[in-house]
């Protein structure tokens, strides 16, 4: 497994869980 597959996904769910919390 490289390393970026491991960190997209994880940079991606960070993105989404601070745009909800502005938008809250």
Known sequence: M???E???PL???VL???VQ???L
Request: hydrophobic residues 60%.
């Open 6 to 8: 491991v960190l997209v």
């Open 11 to 13: 940079l991606q769910l």
């Open 21 to 23: 919390a502005l938008q």
């Open 16 to 18: 989404v869980h601070k």
């Open 2 to 4: 490289s390393l970026p």
